[in-house]
């Protein structure tokens, strides 16, 4: 994978590719509207005081890296200003945002996010399942991080695959507590020494929620804090694009050499789970014209306990009350509403099918298509 320079992306959005630079140069060179989300894992500004030790007196290898040092709270608040206000300009008016952080800055960068315009949809609470314990056993172990979530703006149309996370859920609504652990064993990246490869390496599977719940197949996704490409690996297998910037050439050489090895899971793997409200709409009226019901064929409710009969405009008639197939069937029910597919069955070789049926019919029909 080729590292390109901030000259060589001015043009267009070059896909799939570790940018060299600072990020926020780097994004102010890019096209404006041109990404769908955003992953960041800026820096935490951890403003960490002496070196930490273990009970045994072994060195705990803390982010003591010069990117992670400002001079004051004020000095990274203008880093953040900047930096949010450039990914902004990239997203798409459809497009969302994910910023990570701990307590040492996620609330200065919630706060800078709604000074910038951007609609807060969630706190996402990542709780580790192997956090490091406190050792000086002055503080609370430090357990969870926190990600923010947000739109470009109020009124943006976000995605959101609520059904797919539900199913990774194990059919439960997804909570905004994930409880995940930290990257280490194998999937922890070393580098030349045996050493971290980066010290706020994050798991793949963090990433593997975030991009199944908010992006879509074929999506672009940039990273403006790259580090060894978590989010560019996790992109690449679930088959969305990414753009990555990294300004340390260390962690470039190991994300490239990561990325090499990644491939992309196969077209059906890549499919999820939608929301009914996400497919397309098919009349009613659709199955008369084709023929699939005819005009005066008779529907029976749940338990056959009401009848209606299918009129040539894509109405039932039942007891003298006529409309669409959800108003009949509130109607005969007594209901506010009443979901008409679920609730009207047809007869065809003296079985009871729901008229759904054949909605699904027609929608896999739209699905093979060509377009």
């Known amino acids: 994978m080729k590292t390109k320079t901030r000259t060589e992306s001015a043009a267009t959005l070059p896909l799939n590719t570790i940018l060299d630079g600072d990020c926020i140069e780097v994004m102010n060179s890019l096209p404006a509207e041109s990404v769908d989300l955003i992953f960041a894992d800026p820096p935490y500004n951890l403003q960490l005081r002496g070196e930490l030790h273990r009970p045994d007196n072994s060195r705990v290898d803390a982010v003591d890296d010069e990117w992670d040092s400002f001079d004051s709270f004020a000095a990274y608040d203008?880093?953040?200003?900047?930096?949010?206000?450039?990914?902004?300009?990239?997203?798409k008016p459809t497009g969302a945002i994910w910023v990570i952080g701990s307590y040492h800055n996620i609330f200065r960068v919630g706060a800078a996010m709604q000074n910038a315009g951007y609609w807060i949809l969630n706190d996402v609470v990542w709780r580790k399942a192997n956090p490091m314990p406190n050792?000086?056993?002055?503080?609370?172990?430090?357990?969870?991080?926190?990600?923010?979530?947000?739109?470009?703006?109020?009124a943006g149309k976000y995605t959101f695959n609520y059904e797919a996370l539900k199913s990774l859920n194990e059919g439960v609504q997804m909570r905004s507590d994930w409880v995940l652990p930290i990257c280490s064993g194998g999937e922890r990246l070393k580098d030349e020494n045996g050493e971290k490869a980066h010290p706020t390496q994050k798991p793949e599977g963090l990433l593997h929620r975030v991009l199944v719940g908010s992006t879509n197949p074929g999506d672009v996704v940039l990273d403006p804090f790259f580090g060894t490409g978590t989010t560019g690996a996790v992109a690449?297998?679930?088959g969305r694009d990414f753009v990555g910037i990294e300004r340390e050439a260390s962690y470039r050489k190991v994300a490239e050499k990561r990325l090499a090895k990644v491939r992309k899971y196969d077209r059906a793997a890549l499919e999820v789970s939608t929301s009914k409200r996400a497919e397309p709409r098919v009349p009613f009226g659709q199955l008369v014209e084709r023929g699939m019901l005819?005009?005066?064929?008779?529907?029976?409710?749940?338990?056959?306990?009401?009848?209606?009969?299918?009129?040539?405009?894509?109405?039932?008639?039942?007891?003298?009350?006529?409309?669409?197939?959800?108003?009949?069937?509130?109607?005969?029910?007594?209901?506010?509403?009443?979901?008409?597919?679920?609730?009207?069955?047809?007869?065809?070789?003296?079985?009871?099918?729901?008229?759904?049926?054949?909605?699904?019919q027609i929608r896999a029909e739209m699905a093979e298509r060509p377009n």
């Not at 203008?78 to 997203?91: D, I, M, P």
């Not at 172990?141 to 470009?152: F, L, P, Q, R, V």
Request: glycine share 10%; aromatic share 10%.
């Open 78 to 91: 203008k880093f953040t200003q900047e930096w949010l206000a450039a990914a902004r300009r990239l997203l």
């Open 135 to 154: 050792f000086r056993g002055k503080r609370f172990t430090n357990a969870h991080e926190t990600m923010i979530w947000a739109s470009k703006s109020q």
């Open 294 to 360: 005819r005009p005066g064929e008779e529907l029976y409710s749940v338990g056959n306990r009401y009848k209606a009969k299918v009129r040539a405009d894509g109405t039932l008639i039942g007891n003298d009350v006529k409309g669409s197939i959800h108003q009949v069937g509130a109607a005969l029910e007594g209901a506010p509403s009443c979901n008409g597919w679920t609730y009207w069955h047809f007869k065809r070789d003296g079985k009871v099918v729901p008229i759904d049926l054949l909605r699904q």
């Open 236 to 238: 690449k297998m679930l």
